[in-house]
Each structure stands twice: as C-alpha cells, then as structure tokens.
Nanobody, 113 residues
Framework: QVQLVESGGGLVQPGGSLRLSCTVSGTIFGIYMAWYRQAPGKQRELVAR???????MYLDSVKGRFTISRDNVNGAVYLQMDSLKPEESAVYYCNKCPSAWSWGQGTQDTVSS
C-alpha cells in the first residue's frame, strides 16, 4: 500500500512563505499528483495539480502565489506557497489526482500574526 508523508507546515505570518514536501512510498511515474487542503469545518479542496508532463493547474485564489513541482526519481511532490493569507490556514495533503490512495496525516499550515 502506498504511503504518503507530508511535511513542511508550520506557523507563518500573513505574507510569509512555506514550502511543503510530500514523499510517496511508491512510484509516481505516470501519475498526476496534487495538493489538497482542508480547513476546520470545510470540505477538502484541490489546491494544485501537476501532470506527468509537468503541466500545472491551480485553484484560482492561489494562482501566482503557489507553485507545485515534482521529482519523479525520488517520488516527491512539493508546494511552494508565497504571500500566504490567514484564510489559507488548513491541513495540507498530497495525493493522486483524482485521488485513490489512502490519505496521509497531512501537514498543518497556520497563517496568523
């Protein structure tokens, strides 16, 4: 069973940056990968997606501030988040897109002054 381990979250002030990492125990060759987030009381939402050819897609509200990337050799996916806003505080997860693996524990991102 594929395991996902997310890391890199933390407490950051509004306008700050975080770089999230996700390691996958299996191969990600040929698989679309994505970052999702879930805020308290809200449904999980897709934030960014990257194809096997490294084409990217972003939630409108994060365009120009977030950057998704992947390292197929090491089975890793990254999310660079800049100019963070308080409303983007959430637990961030990576997974296939569309998702099919069991979810990892996620990484908490708190944007607060």
């Amino acid at each position: 069973q594929v395991q996902l381990v997310e890391s890199g979250g933390g407490l950051v002030q509004p306008g700050g940056s975080l770089r999230l990492s996700c390691t996958v125990s299996g191969t990600i060759f040929g698989i679309y990968m994505a970052w999702y987030r879930q805020a308290p009381g809200k449904q999980r939402e897709l934030v960014a997606r990257i194809t096997t050819g490294r084409s990217t897609m972003y939630l409108d509200s994060v365009k120009g501030r977030f950057t998704i990337s992947r390292d197929n050799v090491n089975g890793a996916v990254y999310l660079q988040m800049d100019s963070l806003k308080p409303e983007e505080s959430a637990v961030y997860y990576c997974n296939k897109c569309p998702s099919a693996w069991s979810w990892g524990q996620g990484t908490q991102d708190t944007v607060s002054s």
